[in-house]
């Protein structure tokens, strides 16, 4: 792993094993064999990360066609979650990484300019996870808006 903790092309991705909405726990092993889609965001029902959890409920059927499944991970914990889903009624797991560990193995936690000012905090982000377990794309300080049809241009989903 590079020296600032951000995972690159050919890694081998970080497994977890982490509660979603249900509070039941979602393991990346359980991907095995498929590509997924893996994106962090900084928390559930703010209006940037609603932006980008719709964008993938609306394209999710297409990145299914195309072989991919998405997760999304925020340090909110289930019952935050289990509201955002069905506000928002979207169709993928959303996993709680309340201790940030995850985020930190996959460096989408740490320092980043946030009105230009450094802050600490998750810094939005999504991998693209091939079926053997490696990081086939790492995008880091995505932005919310428009960053679903940019992935599937840019990664030809």
Do not use: Q, W
Not at 4 to 15: N, S, T
Not at 74 to 92: G, H, I, Q, T, Y
Not at 99 to 127: C, H, N, P, Q, W
Request: glycine fraction near 8%; include cysteine; charged fraction near 30%.
């Amino acid at each position: 792993m590079p020296v600032d903790g951000r995972l690159v092309v050919g890694d081998i991705a970080p497994p977890f094993t982490l509660d979603d909405a249900d509070g039941k726990p979602v393991s990346l092993a359980e991907y095995a064999g498929r590509k997924v889609l893996v994106y962090f965001y900084p928390a559930a029902m703010t209006p940037g990360c609603t932006k980008e959890a719709c964008d993938f409920r609306d394209n999710l059927a297409e990145l299914n066609d195309a072989g991919v499944d998405v997760i999304g991970i925020s340090p909110d914990k289930p019952a935050k979650l289990a509201k955002f889903v069905e506000r928002d009624e979207l169709n993928f797991p959303l996993l709680s990484d309340p201790d940030k560990e995850v985020m930190k193995a996959y460096g989408a936690f740490g320092e980043k300019k946030l009105y230009g000012k450094v802050v600490t905090g998750v810094i939005r982000s999504t991998f693209l996870i091939d079926e053997e377990g490696h990081i086939a794309a790492a995008l880091y300080n995505v932005r919310a808006t428009g960053h679903v049809a940019k992935i599937r241009r840019d990664l030809s989903l």
